[in-house]
């Protein structure tokens, strides 16, 4: 009668298979702790000719170890070459990662465009401030079309942004076009890494 793997017992490390994980249950049985250590040995062999593309990698023979111990169940008596993981270490719970707080005014531009017209306020007047307020437009009227697409004009964006920014960037269709591809290389360029500047001076919480 055919054993499907589903119904058998989870596999601690399945990327080994269940084959090693039944030599790492024999090594379970074997008394005399000799033969156990050498039965130990050749399964870590064997674990390690499985992933030879590793083997390059920093404490690559440890973590061999590491995995052997956790297929046992931390059960495994013998004689580690390394000091491997303990029990208590490997089921510690992840950390929680926290969410930012704050609700989003427009969802469909983003967190990142808010900080970033917020930055621009920062600035004083001048070719800097002009690029990035530029590129964020460009940014603005991209992410909305992602959200409606039967497309959005200009006058749209420069009303959110002169809404987000409480007036301080107030700017009209004759002075910026959204329109993708009709900036000059080297000003976008320039607001590009403005923008990048910008995002380093940011502390954000992750």
């Known amino acids: ?9 989870k596999l601690p490390l399945p990327e080994y298979g ?3 994980q039944k030599m790492v249950d ?9 033969e156990r250590q050498k039965c130990a040995e050749t399964i870590v062999h064997i674990m390690g000719s499985m992933f030879p593309n590793y083997r ?10 590491d995995h052997l ?9 013998i004689d580690y070459p390394f000091e491997v993981i303990k029990e208590e ?6 950390k929680r990662v926290p969410y930012q707080n704050g609700e989003i005014k427009n969802r469909h531009y983003g967190r990142i465009v808010e900080e970033m017209i917020a930055h621009a306020c920062t600035l004083e007047p001048g070719e800097e401030r002009d690029c990035l307020v530029e590129l964020i437009t460009v940014q603005m009227k991209k992410n909305y ?9 200009d006058k749209k964006i420069f009303d959110d942004l002169r809404e987000y920014s409480k007036g301080a960037i107030d700017i009209t269709e004759g002075e910026i076009k959204t329109g993708f591809g009709q900036h000059n290389m080297q000003r976008n ?4 890494r403005n923008m990048n500047n910008g995002k380093k001076n940011f502390k954000r919480k992750f």
């Open 18 to 20: 269940r084959s090693v």
């Open 189 to 192: 360029n320039n607001a590009r």
């Open 69 to 77: 111990a956790i297929m046992s169940d931390f059960r495994l008596d």
């Open 89 to 94: 270490e490997f089921h510690v719970a992840p």
């Open 1 to 9: 009668m055919m054993e499907y793997n589903t119904k058998q017992k």
């Open 26 to 34: 024999h090594a379970l049985a074997i008394e005399e702790r000799e």
């Open 145 to 153: 079309a992602a959200w409606n697409k039967e497309g959005v004009e």
């Open 56 to 65: 390059n990698q920093p404490d690559y023979e440890r973590k061999l170890w």
